[in-house]
């Protein structure tokens, strides 16, 4: 990709549109660099649609979880529109808008940091498990997912058809048995949160 022209194709949609969008397959080629290079670009001045794969998850999300929905969405003018900033969180293979800065409803965001001592000790017992092709339960898949990235309940139950209730009550069990530590207050997941 040539990063100067695909910037003139950015700016010429912003100027028509006064947002910029990016299709699944310029982000899924969009390399660190390149992102970089778009976000100083346009940093400041301009917003970016979410890609439609998170539009489709923000209205399972309303459907599911509407506190959630109402705490990022409720009263914007521009819905599904998100600073540029945020441009890294959609690139590549797992990316997606990251819930961990809810005012109105705890939050459910974890990171390899929330691991405690006695999750690290069973994710290689758990790793064995999937690897042989053996069926995870929501608390295992979950463990081994935030192990690899950082992720949020609502992206979890959305990709593995857990339901929202199910999911909170696995977070509990895992709290409960030391595995991860749960900060619901987002004061508290600001120093875990590198966007």
Same mark, same amino acid.
């Given at each position: 990709?040539?990063?100067?022209?695909?910037?003139?194709?950015?700016?010429?949609?912003?100027?028509?549109?006064?947002?910029?969008?990016?299709?699944?397959?310029?982000?899924?080629?969009?390399?660190?660099?390149?992102?970089?290079?778009?976000?100083?670009?346009?940093?400041?001045?301009?917003?970016?649609?979410?890609?439609?794969?998170?539009?489709?998850?923000?209205?399972?999300?309303?459907?599911? !979880?509407?506190? #959630?929905? /109402?705490?990022?969405?409720?009263? =914007? &003018?521009?819905? *599904?529109?998100?600073?540029?900033?945020? %441009?890294?969180?959609?690139?590549?293979?797992?990316?997606?808008?990251?819930?961990?800065?809810?005012?109105?409803?705890?939050?459910?965001?974890?990171?390899?940091?929330?691991?405690?001592?006695?999750?690290?000790?069973?994710?290689?017992?758990?790793?064995?498990?999937?690897?042989?092709?053996?069926?995870?339960?929501?608390?295992?898949?979950?463990?081994?997912?935030?192990?690899?990235?950082?992720?949020?309940?609502?992206?979890?139950?959305?990709?593995? !058809?857990?339901? #929202?209730? /199910?999911?909170?009550?696995?977070? =509990? &069990?895992?709290? *409960?048995?030391?595995?991860?530590?749960? %900060?619901?207050?987002?004061?508290?997941?600001?120093?875990?949160?590198?966007?």
């Amino acid at each position: 990709m040539e990063i100067n022209s695909f910037i003139q194709k950015k700016e010429k949609q912003r100027s028509e549109k006064n947002f910029i969008s990016f299709t699944e397959s310029e982000l899924l080629s969009l390399s660190a660099e390149h992102t970089a290079h778009l976000i100083e670009y346009f940093h400041g001045y301009t917003l970016m649609q979410i890609p439609e794969a998170e539009r489709i998850f923000f209205e399972w999300l309303k459907q599911n !979880d509407a506190g #959630v929905w /109402d705490d990022i969405w409720g009263g =914007e &003018e521009d819905l *599904y529109m998100a600073s540029v900033d945020l %441009l890294g969180s959609f690139t590549g293979e797992t990316g997606g808008f990251p819930i961990c800065d809810l005012l109105e409803v705890p939050n459910y965001w974890f990171s390899k940091e929330h691991i405690k001592p006695k999750g690290m000790e069973v994710l290689p017992e758990i790793l064995a498990h999937a690897e042989s092709g053996a069926p995870l339960n929501a608390e295992q898949q979950f463990l081994l997912q935030i192990s690899g990235q950082n992720t949020d309940i609502w992206h979890f139950c959305f990709m593995f !058809d857990v339901t #929202v209730a /199910d999911m909170k009550k696995a977070i =509990e &069990e895992m709290v *409960y048995k030391g595995w991860i530590v749960h %900060l619901p207050d987002r004061e508290d997941l600001v120093k875990y949160i590198d966007l």
